[in-house]
């Protein structure tokens, strides 16, 4: 396909969806919506190379993008998600190698930022953007920008053992503690954000740890994976994580999932899987 005006275009391989409503759903290529329901609804979104690696391990900032090989569709794929999201979740892990990023859909399609915040109004969610959340058990967090400068308002799902060290190393920040131990219960976890933030789309960005703890509780209900055509590869010296972490399934419970819908732009896929528990 012809690259669109923003340098790239969704080519539906499955189906058609139907007509998308706003701009954003339009660039897509058909509509992204998400049913309402009494309790979160929790997608994940990850990039990973064809052997299925999803980690580098760089710690500069720049480790998701490198997997993606800064592509334009990814990250404008991300910033949709972003946008159409109740709260965004992530580990303190993914915090930590995220040097000086905003959990915004404008930090990732800066040049597309109206277009995001008019689907978001499409979808009737607050212009502010989704709060950011943070799942640390440890409750040991770094001084990032959005933590100490947030554009989105942040808060801390810790552990009972956690909480004392959250509260002292940020004292306006808000917390919630779910469950009563570590590893923190997937369960408990969207509990409490039910409570504290109300039902709606949960999008959780990793890392693999997490992901790990929703598949554990049967709570991760959609997976988005963009395959980049690249081949990372493994060693002992170099283990690189893939997208799911601390969760096993034996040979008879593996976890199915159903494939929503395809595209491409470039090389690049953008698979939507839906989640059983």
């Known amino acids: 396909m012809t690259p669109g005006r923003a340098g790239f275009a969704f080519e ?68 949709m998600l972003r946008a159409a999201a109740g709260a965004v979740m992530i580990g303190a892990g993914t915090l930590r190698a995220s040097v000086g990023h905003q959990w915004t859909p404008g930090a990732v399609a800066p040049g597309q930022a109206a277009e995001l915040a008019a689907y978001r ?35 801390v799902a810790t552990t009972p053992q956690g909480l004392p060290r959250v509260r002292a190393a940020f004292p306006r920040l808000r917390t919630v503690v779910a469950g009563s131990g570590r590893p923190i219960n997937g369960e408990d976890l969207l509990a409490e954000l039910a409570a504290e933030l109300g039902p709606g789309l949960v999008l959780t960005e990793g890392g693999p740890s997490l992901v ?59 698979l939507r899987y839906g989640l059983s528990g």
């Open 12 to 79: 539906l391989l499955t189906p058609s969806e139907g007509e998308g409503q706003t701009d954003a759903e339009r660039m897509y290529g058909g509509p992204l919506r998400f049913a309402q329901q009494p309790h979160p609804r929790v997608v994940a979104n990850f990039v990973a190379t064809i052997d299925g690696v999803v980690s580098l391990g760089l710690h500069d900032g720049t480790d998701s993008s490198t997997v993606s090989g800064h592509d334009a569709a990814d990250r404008y794929l991300m910033g």
């Open 212 to 270: 790990g703890a929703l598949l554990r509780a049967g709570s991760l209900h959609e997976l988005f994976l963009t395959v980049a055509p690249w081949l990372a590869g493994r060693d002992p010296s170099h283990p690189r994580l893939a997208l799911v972490n601390e969760f096993v399934a034996g040979p008879h419970g593996l976890k199915r999932a159903e494939l929503v819908s395809a595209r491409r732009a470039g090389d690049h896929l953008f």
């Open 121 to 155: 109004a499409g979808l009737g969610l607050p212009e502010s953007p989704a709060p950011l959340v943070v799942v640390t058990g440890s409750g040991q967090l770094p001084s990032h920008v959005a933590l100490t400068d947030p554009q989105t308002e942040p808060v």
